[in-house]
């Protein structure tokens, strides 16, 4: 019996290596903040990445696309749920990661005779100025960050993930546009895929831009947008590379 808490803890650290070994290669995610919205990419098979969640809310990750598909299905069931017992402006991603997906992923991750959810992803939420806009960080263990603009990678690897993240923060900095900004989110999506360095020894600019290029000439480039302001009922739009000028 004395042994059991030791089991237990070799059993998750056994899971805990198996989920980061599935999500090993998987496609990463990116969003950030500018001036007139937050901008979300992956790059997919279509319609597998980047998703509207509910009014000023957007979700994007890798992993398996069923436990994407899970995840997704209960943020919007548990936005609907806070914006019917209070109010839609109510609906805040706070409340809805710290009381509604993190326990369930926690849960699920510390069962462990059931299947674990092979996910990691990011979640945006629009403000009424860039200082205010929400990204946060979720784990497929229910572990999460929140920061408030900037901008917010999700890799299946820590350390390149950080790297990636700092690099993009450097070079988007006070961008507003939305070609110039989306255009280096998919330089760091084609490092993090090649795995480059994101120090001194990161490919020039005209080899990123063309690695990127390349590497998506057979897959779907997908493109979120989180407006602030905007005359259309809907705060969420799917952009194109075409619309981007891209």
């Known amino acids: 019996m004395t042994e059991e808490p030791y089991r237990w803890l070799e059993a998750v650290g056994n899971r805990r290596e198996y989920v980061r070994e599935q999500l090993k290669g998987g496609s990463p995610a990116l969003a950030a903040s500018l001036a ?13 990445k980047v ?26 069931d548990a936005a609907h749920t806070e914006a019917f017992t209070r109010a839609p402006e109510d609906v805040s991603l706070r409340r809805l990661v710290s009381f509604g997906l993190s326990p369930q992923l926690k849960t699920n991750f510390e069962q462990i005779f059931t299947a674990p959810f ?23 263990d229910g572990a999460f960050q929140f920061q408030n603009g900037g901008v917010i990678v999700a890799a299946s690897q820590a350390e390149p993930e950080a790297e990636a993240k700092a690099w993009l923060a450097k070079m988007i900095g006070e961008k507003t546009d939305r070609k110039a900004a989306a255009d280096l989110l998919l330089q760091a999506w084609w490092c993090l895929k090649e795995n480059k360095n994101f120090g001194d020894a990161i490919p020039k600019e005209a080899e990123r831009q063309a690695g990127w290029r390349d590497a998506t000439r057979e897959r779907v480039v997908e493109i979120g947008w989180l407006a602030r302001h905007t005359s259309q009922r809907a705060q969420y739009e799917s952009l194109t590379l075409a619309q981007l000028g891209l």
């Open 51 to 76: 998703f509207e969640l509910f009014d000023r809310h957007a979700l994007a990750g890798l992993g398996h696309p069923a436990d994407i598909e899970k995840i997704r299905q209960a943020a919007i």
């Open 118 to 140: 092979l996910v990691e992803l990011l979640l945006a939420e629009v403000g009424s100025e860039p200082a205010k806009d929400l990204l946060l960080r979720l784990h497929f």
């Open 36 to 48: 007139d919205g937050i901008l979300l990419l992956g790059v997919g098979g279509g319609q597998s």
